[in-house]
């Protein structure tokens, strides 16, 4: 099992829709979540970070997690076309002997006029 | 804001040089990283620093080395390159466990 797995997509969303993304972690103990967005060719840029249980909102980004299911989501109100990009998310995780950020692989989102 | 300067955005190098890619940061992080990301990949962990003079293993290091010697600056080497070594470097740097920030990352072509 990935210690962080997202659905690659792509994800295709109608303009002015909610778009919804998902991520699963695998270490219980993790306390900080991320989520970044990338835009083709260039870095990754972090959009939203949470690290209590509940919602928490950012302009058009919500980021939500449940530790219980260990499942944390972004959601995007009114997308935009600008809002195509990958969505990466990031997990701290105890692995190979250090805690380390956990990047799963990403979710291309596309969102259409 | 954090800033993490990356050396070059592109570079062409010819297989067997050895290559130098610097990653600067001005926060004073104690954590610093280099990725590297190929279509398909994800982000890959190649080396990454808690402190100066430390430097750890990440998940592909074979055929990379790094330096820290001064606590902003976290050096890649690639000993003799390979065209398999063709990809995209991300630096990051971080302080516990808040977010990581990057660098604008670094095309590096080996013909």
């Known amino acids: 099992q990935k210690e962080v797995e997202q659905n690659s997509g792509p994800l295709s969303v109608p303009e002015g829709a909610i778009a919804s993304l998902n991520c699963t972690y695998s270490d219980r103990g993790s306390q900080s979540f991320f989520w970044y967005r990338q835009y083709s060719g260039k870095s990754p840029e972090l959009i939203m970070f949470?690290?209590?249980?509940g919602d928490k909102e950012d302009g058009r980004f919500t980021a939500q997690l449940n530790k219980a299911s260990q499942y944390v989501s972004l959601l995007i109100r009114d997308s935009q076309p600008s809002d195509s990009a990958t969505y990466l998310c990031?997990?701290?995780?105890?692995?190979?002997?250090?805690?380390?950020?956990?990047f799963g692989a990403g979710t291309r989102l596309a969102v259409h006029p | 804001d954090v800033k993490v300067t990356q050396s070059s955005r592109y570079l062409v190098k010819r297989t067997g040089e050895k290559v130098f890619l610097e990653c600067v940061q001005d926060m004073d992080h104690e954590n610093m990283f280099w990725y590297r990301q190929d279509p398909g990949l994800g982000l890959r962990l190649i080396y990454f620093?808690?402190?100066?003079?430390?430097?750890e293993k990440g998940d592909i290091p074979e055929g990379y080395s790094v330096s820290r010697e001064k606590k902003e600056r976290f050096s890649l080497i690639l000993e003799s390159a390979s065209t398999n070594q063709t990809s995209m470097y991300l630096c990051a740097s971080e302080e516990g466990n808040q977010p990581q920030h990057f660098g604008d990352g670094t095309r590096l072509s080996i013909l």
């Open positions: 620093s808690y402190d100066v003079k430390m430097k």
């Open positions: 949470i690290y209590s249980n």
């Open positions: 990031a997990v701290h995780a105890f692995s190979g002997g250090y805690n380390k950020l956990i």
